[in-house]
């Protein structure tokens, strides 16, 4: 089950509130990714407007937002929890992720960023 900060919450709600979209919910779909660095693969997700889930979808309703997930989503977001930052929108921190590189570590000697 995912977890959802009050702040994300109220971001999801605002944007449930404008009249085309008044009765959808939102899609979230994760994978496993490759980084854009030597750090190995990365969780990636995509989130959506939809009217319903598709069959086998787990759905999760918090604060009267529905939530849809497939299965293997579901399963790779466990633990996981949506917040939103104003100067980058919504984000998911997974709380089961291992430490990986981030933005300018030297990557062994080799210098630079694998942001950059």
């Known amino acids: 089950m995912i977890a959802v900060t009050g702040k994300a919450l109220g971001e999801f709600k605002k944007v449930l509130e404008v009249e085309e979209n008044k009765g959808l919910g939102i899609k979230i779909k994760a994978s496993m990714a490759q980084s854009c660095c030597s750090c190995g693969p990365s969780m990636q997700y995509e989130m959506g407007l939809v009217d319903k889930g598709e069959e ?9 937002v529905k939530f849809y997930l497939d299965e293997a ?3 790779m977001m466990k633990d ?9 929108g919504f ?24 942001c950059g």
């Open 73 to 75: 989503s579901d399963d």
């Open 56 to 64: 086998g979808d787990v759905m999760t309703e918090l604060g009267g």
């Open 91 to 114: 984000m998911v921190k997974d709380n089961n992720a291992a430490p990986s590189c981030g933005c300018g570590d030297d990557h062994g000697g080799h210098g630079g960023s694998c």
């Open 80 to 88: 996981s929890e949506i917040d939103f930052m104003e100067d980058t």
